[in-house]
């Protein structure tokens, strides 16, 4: 299934690499995204990427700061997120689409999700 890791306890301007490993499904089938889910928020759209690099998309408002990435070897996508700001902490999940969405309700497979907690 999917497996993120990588969260914690991070300072405010600091950098976080979350990880998504695909365990147990075939690479190929699904498209990877990340989502986010702060407390008393609805989970919002990251970022995904595709079977090809090419097809990446980010949905988040200032997507500079996040950078998503896969390695096929590994079978594991990235995000990394930096210039971590307070209102960055949330369950950070990944999720196993058919297509490149924000749209979490499209999502066929969820990850665990990962805290990731930024202090002021």
């Known amino acids: 299934q999917l497996q993120a890791s990588g969260g914690g306890l991070v300072k405010t301007g600091g950098s976080v690499k979350l990880s998504c490993a695909v365990r147990?499904?075939?690479?190929?089938?699904?498209?990877i995204g990340w989502f986010r889910q702060a407390p008393g928020k609805q989970r919002e759209g990251i970022s995904c990427?595709?079977?090809?690099?090419?097809?990446?998309e980010y949905y988040i408002s200032d997507k500079e700061r996040f950078i998503i990435a896969r390695d096929d070897a590994k079978m594991t996508v990235y995000l990394h997120v930096n210039s971590l700001k307070p209102e960055d902490t949330a369950v950070y999940y990944c999720?196993?689409?058919?297509?490149?969405?924000?749209?979490?309700?499209?999502?066929?497979?969820w990850g665990r999700g990962t805290l990731v907690t930024v202090s002021s």
């Open positions: 990427m595709g079977v090809d690099s090419w097809n990446t």
């Open positions: 147990g499904m075939i690479w190929d089938d699904y498209v």
């Open positions: 999720a196993g689409l058919i297509r490149c969405t924000s749209n979490s309700a499209e999502a066929r497979k």
